[in-house]
């Protein structure tokens, strides 16, 4: 049978890593997290994110989870409280892998 176009795998290579940075964002809770830490100054007590939302502890423990197993944040522990920061390759990361499923096209 004859096709219109050639065939193209639909997976050449492994792409987990962009999937676990992409989703780690597909949450408006994450991304919410992500640009507070962005804004920061210093490092951010995961109790500080639960004044002022809707989530309790545990959520926003689960989100930063999320966001660190990805390479977005980075945390240190003090005592028995997490404090979190943007990694300092979280934009670099974000944009490799945006790229790598989305090459920028030359048009001839």
């Known amino acids: 049978m004859q096709r219109c176009c050639p065939e193209t795998a639909l997976y050449d290579r ?5 999937a676990t940075l992409f989703k780690a964002l597909a949450d ?4 919410a997290i992500l640009a507070t830490l962005a ?3 210093h490092e951010v007590c995961v109790c500080d994110f639960t004044s002022g939302v ?6 926003v423990s689960h ?3 999320i ?4 390479g977005l944040v980075t945390s240190v522990r003090r005592g ?3 404090y ?4 300092s390759d979280a934009r670099d990361r974000f944009d490799a892998a945006l790229a790598s499923v989305l090459p920028v096209k030359v048009l001839a």
């Open 14 to 18: 492994d792409l987990t890593r962009e």
């Open 28 to 31: 408006p809770a994450r991304v």
């Open 39 to 41: 804004r920061a100054e």
């Open 54 to 59: 809707e989530l309790n502890q545990s959520t």
């Open 63 to 65: 989100h930063l989870k």
């Open 67 to 70: 966001l660190k197993d990805a």
């Open 80 to 82: 028995t409280w997490g």
């Open 84 to 87: 979190y920061s943007l990694a």
